[in-house]
């Protein structure tokens, strides 16, 4: 059975990246590999073993551009609203805080947030199917 470990995403500032990462979702540095010519940074929070594997190409001048087929990645949180305010109070410029429902009932409460390099995030009130 496949169990799955990480998702990877190139990122252009290794700084702004692991700032945005660790103050937006607490994320910490679990392991950091230098080559000679990228570096592999695995990003990961207490209460998982998931993580987020950030990859910095050496030289790399212009954004990376996300394409059509990139969606995004999610976490959920115990309070929406007040990870919302503390996003806003850090500057994180987070989204509106949106309810999305499936034939009358709120199937999630949810915002986006958006890395320094446009990748989105989105951030989930934890219950239900997200529990």
Not at 44 to 72: A, C, I, M, W
Not at 88 to 115: I, M, N
């Amino acid at each position: 059975m496949a169990k799955p470990v990480h998702s990877m995403i190139r990122v252009l500032d290794e700084a702004k990246a692991l700032d945005f990462y660790q103050r937006a979702f607490g994320l910490d540095v679990a392991e950091h590999l230098k080559f000679p010519d990228f570096a592999l940074i695995y990003l990961r929070h207490p209460s998982s073993p998931f993580e987020v594997e950030l990859t910095v190409n050496d030289g790399r001048k212009e954004p990376y551009t996300q394409g059509d087929g990139y969606g995004h990645l999610a976490v959920v949180v115990d309070d929406l609203d007040a990870e919302h305010a503390r996003f806003e109070r850090e500057k994180l410029s987070p989204g509106p805080l949106r309810d999305f429902k499936h034939e009358g009932r709120t199937l999630a409460r949810f915002f986006f947030v958006s890395d320094p390099d446009g990748y989105k995030i989105e951030v989930i009130q934890k219950g239900g199917r997200f529990g």
